[in-house]
Every structure is written in C-alpha cells, then in structure tokens.
C-alpha cells in the first residue's frame, strides 16, 4: 500500500513555478528547488528547465519536448518489436472524437468519466445537430469495430502534474480478441512482462508486477494486472502501466462473437475473451522523478535524446584553434554554466577538452549520475565512452532498486501500517481485497493534505507469511 500518488504531488505544487517566464525562470534555475524539500516545485522545475516539455496556453496541456518525445519513440519502437513477436498485433489508428450516443453504449463503464469528458458542439458558426465527446476511454470506438490500436489521444481530469496528470497524453494501447480464456489470460501478463521491461531496461526504473484490487481494477475488466513505481522521496506510489483480462464483458455489450466449426449451425456463436492493455507518456515523468537530483534531470543513455556532450575549456591566452566546436556553441557562457546547463538536461556523459587536455592527449570525463571525474587517453576514448554508458545504466537500475527495496516495509499490525505510512514506506501487509475495507482504510489514514492510503497491487512475488497471520485491518473493529 502507499498513499495516494500523483494527487497529493499536485496538493503542494506551487503556481508560481509553472507558471514563471523570463527574469523569473533565470532565477529558479539559479537557486532551483530542492528535491528531499519541496518535490512539488523541483519536479515542475526539472521537466521545464530540463526541457522534456513547455507548457501550452491551455491548462493541464503541455508540449512534449524533443528529449521526451525521443524518450517517447524509444519506448514505442521497443514495444512494437516485443508486441509483434507475440503475433496477430496490428497497428491502427483510431478518431479521438465519438458521437454522444456511441458514448452511453457504455453507460457503466463511462460513469466514472462523465464529470470530465470534453464536448465539442460547434464547428465554426454552427451547432453540430450531434455532440461528439473527446473520448476518455477506447473500447466505445474500438469495440464496434474491433482492431487493435497503438496510439492516440485522451482527454483526462483536472489538477495536471507534468507527464503524470493531464488532459492529454501520448498512448501506447492494445485491444485484443481470443477464442479462449486460457489464450486471453496468457497474454495478460505477456504484455506486462513487456511493460515491466520497458521500465526496467530502458528506462531503469525498478517496478512491482502485481493485480489490482477489487476497487482499482479497470471498469468492465474481470480482473486488472499491474506495474507500480514507488517515488521514496514522497512516498508515493505511481501505477506504471497495466494489462486487462475483459473476460467477456465488452463481447457481450457490443456483440463480439466468432464462428466456431466445433459449435452446430444452430446453436449461438460464442463470444469472444477479451484483454486491453496499455503504457502512456507517463512512463517519462516516471523516469525523472525516479533518477532526477537536486541538479536536474538524469537521463539513462538508453533513452536519451544526447548521450554525451563535448564542452571546450579555453583558458586566457591559449591558443584554441586545435579545440574542436561542440554541440554546446554558445561562446558567450562561461564554462561553469555550460555544465550546470547539461546537467539540468541529464546528459549522461560530459567530455571536456582544454588545450592543457590536447598537450596531455587527453580529456576529461564526467559522469551526470555520480559526479565522478576521470581522465581518459584520446586514443582510448572510443571504447571507454561505451563502457561508461552501460556502466551508467546498469548504475541507475541498481541504485533505484536499492531504495525500492529499502523503501518496502513488511507489516503485521495496523499500527505498525499507520506508522510506516508515517515514515513514507511502501507497505507489504496482509490484505482481504474487500472494496469496504478499502475504503476505511482510506478513510482512516487520511490527514492534512493527505488523500488516504490505497492499494497499489497484491505483488505476484509474495513473501513469506506465518500460517497464523492476520488481517491488519479489520472493518467491523473500527
């Protein structure tokens, strides 16, 4: 368990940093906020000035940047490739406007996204005789046809976060058919095995595979799988991605049926089993709350848009012909700011090259994720900048997963929860997936400005428990 994420991040956001321009934003780059005191405002701080996006006129929408936006097609090229080897994936597009009544076909489903659909009843001077919704969820417009989809655009809720929780977003998502529970079932947890990877692999940022509670399971699914971030420096769990079982539910609504040579011409067609799964651009603010410090942004080469930067250092009176240009030519900034500016942008490698270096046949190295400096041969430059980027790597996977782990705090007693949830631990407890219980327990941990405690996932790794264990929480003792 873990208190509420991304909305108790947008509790303590302060205005003035998203919103800051010119003298304003020089100065919040000078004396930026700290990430251990002020998350709200270093996170903000980290994705403008390390520019994965700008904000846009309109609230809760924001431009992706080309850093995100290559993180982004990255991550989509990975999934492509795994999702084709599973077979039958197809990619198709799909209108991000439906018609009203096309909406209420799922009445149930929708309920829980009416207060936020955005309509649009105009085009140009005119009324349209017909409202069309910018959908909010994909199984209205798919279903009736029924194709897999890649990506596209939703309209979502109110209290935007950058790349966390916003009216719009980049997705990633697949619907697919099957002619048996058993084949739906299997590919459940294919794609979240996928899903888990992208984060893993690339974007080295440790999850937990699990399944949803009865309360946060998908609407209309039977059952939802999940992996969980957990940001240690809020306490804060973030749902990374997910993969629907629909069992039969949408086939049903919509009719989806198939023909089966094993079922008599006059008998009904059976329906089909159904999953939906999917990773959006969430995934980078992910990525930069986990790895980002008090510096800025810290991108694994894997997924970023500049794995190294090449700055000269000139000193007064040296001869600087022999100093090749760089990527960063801006001669009017002192070296100082040129540093400080690539680490806020979280190139993993910095090479400095000074005519002192030239005499030495030498350069400079840093490294974005430890700082540490080191003096390497020209002639070895080559390989050692490919040793250090998988080094880097490998190096903020293992540190992650540390203060994953270290943040996990195994409870047997409901004091002992209440505690840990004090401390900001993700909390491993005995649970009963009651949506009552869950909702008490909500209710019982919430304080100023805290949203409550919520399940993230019931961990497919599970523990081991003593035969007499008990529930941490009871409903009829409270």
Known sequence: MSKTGEEDIASSRSSKTLEVHGKEAEASVLDPAKKDEDFASWYSQ???????????????????????????????????????????????????????????????????????????????????????????????????????????????????????????????????????????????????????????????????????????????????TSVEAFIPTTGRGVQAATSHYLGQNFAKMFEISFEDKEVKKDKKKPMVWQNSWGLSTRSIGVMAMTHGDDKGLVLPPKVARYQVVVIPVPFKGADTKRISQDSCKRDNYACGWKYADWEMKGVPLRIELGPRDLEKNQVRVVRRDTGVKMDVLRVDLVERVKDLLEEIQRNLYVVAKRKLEESIQKVETWDEFKEALRLKKLVLAPWCDEVEVENDVKENTKGENEAGAKTLCTPFDQPEQREDILLIYVRKHI
Not at 170 to 192: C, I, M, N, P, R
């Open 46 to 224: 980290v994705c403008r000035f390390g520019e994965l996006i700008s904000l846009s006129d309109t609230k809760g929408l924001c431009i992706l940047e080309p850093s995100a936006t290559k993180i982004w097609n990255i991550l989509r090229s990975y999934m492509d490739a795994e999702l084709e080897k599973l077979g039958g994936v197809e990619e198709k597009k799909f209108p991000m406007l439906i018609k009203r009544d096309s909406l209420e076909k799922e009445k149930d489903h929708i309920e829980g996204f009416k207060p936020e659909v955005a309509w649009v009843t105009r085009a140009g001077e005119h009324d349209l005789p017909t409202p069309y919704a910018l959908r909010p969820t994909s199984e209205t417009i798919i279903y009736p046809y029924f194709k897999n989809k890649i990506r596209t655009h939703r309209w979502e809720v109110s209290d935007p976060i950058p790349l966390i929780r916003g009216r719009e977003f980049d997705w990633q998502e697949g619907h697919s058919a099957f002619a048996t529970k058993e084949e739906a079932d299997e590919e459940v947890l294919d794609v979240l095995n996928i899903y888990s990877r992208v984060y893993e692999e690339l974007l080295a940022v440790p999850v937990i595979k699990g399944q949803k509670s009865e309360k946060e399971k998908f609407a209309g699914a039977d059952y939802t």
